[in-house]
């Protein structure tokens, strides 16, 4: 099983920005994925998941949307109005059963630095 994320980046403040995840190895709709971020000195946080199972393939959250594409097997984090304190480590992660939670994650891609700054 294996998570690539991308799409990070310097954004301006108030800009939106996309990540992506590939994933492969297994198929999104049998397990959970999410995003998470880590700011620096702050613990993990959860940010959105699709639970497997799950029949929506998007669910939004103020200025966070997840999204997944399971002919592409990726899923999406869309961030709209970006702010400075939204400067972290977004990270795509899968559970090999159960729904999402920060510490039930069994795989994780390597995470993609997003700043935010003018």
């Known amino acids: 099983v294996q998570l690539q994320a991308s799409g990070g980046g310097l954004v301006q403040p108030g800009e939106s920005r996309r990540l992506s995840c590939v994933v492969s190895?297994?198929?999104?709709?049998?397990?959970?994925v999410g995003w998470f971020r880590r700011v620096p000195g702050e613990a993990r946080e959860e940010i959105s998941c699709?639970?497997?199972?799950?029949y929506s393939d998007e669910s939004v959250k103020g200025r966070f949307a997840i999204s997944r594409d399971k002919r592409k097997n990726t899923i999406y984090l869309q961030i709209n109005n970006l702010k400075p304190e939204d400067t972290a480590v977004y990270s795509c992660?899968?559970?090999?059963?159960?729904?999402?939670?920060?510490?039930?994650?069994?795989?994780w891609g390597k995470g993609t630095l997003v700043t935010v700054s003018s």
């Open positions: 992660a899968a559970a090999g059963w159960g729904p999402c939670s920060v510490n039930g994650m069994d795989y």
């Open positions: 190895g297994f198929t999104l709709d049998h397990h959970s």
């Open positions: 699709i639970n497997a199972y799950q």
